[in-house]
């Protein structure tokens, strides 16, 4: 009913005298051929109220007709079809008209339902879509771009089309070819990282080697942030993050030894499952609407897991300790748990909480209206304070198997640890020293017995010692 009531007003505005009076407006737009700029005013029709295209007459509103109707008609429809995403045929309807003796064709651009539209060559950005604005098409703002996506795609950021729509997946196909699951086009749909127009979603932006969320890591000295040891920032794929975070917890997951009667008892510093669920929860349940990084902290007496985005809607901390659980990405959930990373809702916080069975320290929840804190204490940090008070307090310095180390030492581990081995260029390029510093640093460390030199010349390289 609005569209007939709009198309009548459309024709009543420009008859007059029995006639046509053509004349530009936010809802008309005058071309005199067909010409590449009539892909801009479609799309800016189809993105805002609608509109009609008239071809065969001039921008003062001369009519000056076309030779082939039929003709201009598909050459439209091809070009529509090809360069515009996506799909706004169905919305386009075409007209031969009679004016003056000549014929027009009339082009009428119903407001589209997959908003906004786009050119494909150009992606979902400012360059690439258009609205009306008077009697122009311009270049929509990413305001307007990201509202339309909402109106459209509604409010789970998840479900909504990514503003990027050239992505890769190359760690994701990694995963997921470790675990012998199959990962192509088809079970991309299935897992809705692309929509029914071949579009990818903000799952398939959160997955791809270009996500833009990021999670940062650091490494305090004592129990406050007044000394940095080390941070880094994880960047890419959900999925890539994900290891080289735990690689980078878990490189500093000390195992500390004691002593009952003839029996060694070996406990590192946080219980691996309690690690393992944390982050987890903290890459599941995360509010992705926010561009903030989510954040861990190693202190000497904790580690802490903030993620973005509190608790849901009609839920309370209470609730999530008995392990009920809503899920605020619940196709990142189905992901996961797909690739047996995750079991099932509301069991993560049951597990990290029987890790700490009885022991004297118990993990912490804290939650705010935007975040979610999960705090676990280092088992082995009373013990270590009691018997060796400097390694809370020296700024610089850190133990690897008894033998202190400098920060830049441990970087220097952690790096062989993920990698394998580590030459002199890559010490040089990891901590940004020079060559001298980076041989005096790998010297110190074969010397401490904690690196093993490789090779000879040119083809030296270091290794972990067994």
Same mark, same amino acid.
């Given at each position: 009913?609005?569209?007939?009531?709009? =198309?009548?007003?459309?024709?009543?505005?420009?008859?007059?005298?029995?006639?046509?009076?053509?004349? &530009?407006?936010?809802?008309?737009?005058?071309?005199?051929?067909?010409?590449? &700029?009539?892909?801009?005013?479609?799309?800016?029709?189809?993105?805002?109220?609608?509109?009609?295209? =008239?071809?065969?007459?001039?921008?003062?509103?001369?009519?000056?007709?076309?030779?082939?109707?039929?003709?201009?008609?598909?050459?439209?429809?091809?070009?529509?079809?090809?360069?515009?995403?996506?799909?706004?045929?169905?919305?386009?309807? =075409?007209?031969?008209?009679?004016?003056?003796g000549k014929e027009i064709v009339a082009v009428d651009i119903q407001r589209g339902t997959d908003r906004p539209y786009y050119l494909a060559k150009k992606g979902m950005r400012p360059e690439g879509v258009y609205v009306r604005q008077g009697y122009s098409s311009v270049p929509a703002t990413d305001t307007a771009i990201r509202r339309m996506i909402k109106e459209t795609d509604g409010d789970r950021f998840e479900a909504m089309r990514s503003l990027n729509q050239e992505l890769t997946f190359e760690a994701t196909k990694k995963e997921f070819e470790l675990r012998n699951i199959e990962f192509g086009p088809q079970q991309m749909r299935t897992l809705k990282l692309v929509d029914q127009d071949n579009l990818y979603s903000n799952l398939g932006l959160l997955l791809s080697d270009q996500c833009i969320h990021t999670i940062k890591a650091a490494v305090f000295q004592g129990k406050d942030q007044t000394v940095f040891k080390d941070r880094r920032e994880f960047t890419g794929s959900l999925l890539q993050q994900m290891n080289e975070v735990y690689d980078f917890i878990d490189f500093r997951n000390q195992t500390h030894a004691t002593i009952k009667k003839l029996l060694r008892i070996d406990v590192r510093d946080y219980p691996e499952i309690a690690v393992r669920e944390a982050l987890l929860n903290l890459l599941v349940h995360r509010d992705y609407s926010f561009s903030a990084s989510a954040l861990i902290s190693i202190y000497a007496d904790r580690l802490e897991f903030v993620s973005i985005g509190g608790l849901m809607p009609g839920i309370d901390l209470e609730d999530i300790m008995i392990g009920i659980s809503v899920c605020r990405n619940q196709d990142l959930a189905n992901v996961f748990y797909r690739l047996h990373l995750i079991e099932a809702y509301g069991t993560g916080i049951g597990k990290i909480m029987k890790a700490y069975e009885g022991m004297e320290e118990k993990p912490v929840i804290e939650t705010t209206k935007n975040a979610f804190k999960i705090i676990l204490p280092n088992v082995n940090a009373k013990d270590e304070k009691d018997s060796n008070p400097a390694l809370f307090s020296e700024p610089l310095i850190n133990a690897f198997d008894g033998v202190p180390i400098s920060a830049r030492e441990e970087k220097v581990l952690e790096y062989v640890r993920i990698h394998g081995a580590v030459t002199r260029n890559d010490v040089i390029g990891l901590l940004g020293v020079s060559s001298s510093t980076a041989v005096r640093i790998l010297k110190n460390l074969v010397k401490n017995n904690l690196l093993k030199q490789n090779g000879k010349a040119r083809s030296t390289s270091y290794t972990i010692v067994k």
């Open positions: 009913m609005i569209d007939t009531i709009r =198309y009548n007003k459309i024709i009543n505005d420009n008859e007059r005298d029995g006639g046509m009076l053509f004349r &530009e407006s936010e809802t008309i737009e005058l071309k005199e051929v067909v010409v590449d &700029e009539i892909k801009k005013e479609i799309i800016a029709f189809a993105n805002c109220d609608g509109g009609k295209l =008239y071809i065969g007459v001039q921008d003062d509103g001369t009519v000056i007709g076309v030779d082939d109707p039929d003709g201009v008609s598909l050459q439209i429809s091809n070009m529509v079809r090809d360069a515009i995403k996506p799909d706004v045929t169905m919305f386009l309807h =075409y007209k031969t008209i009679e004016e003056s």
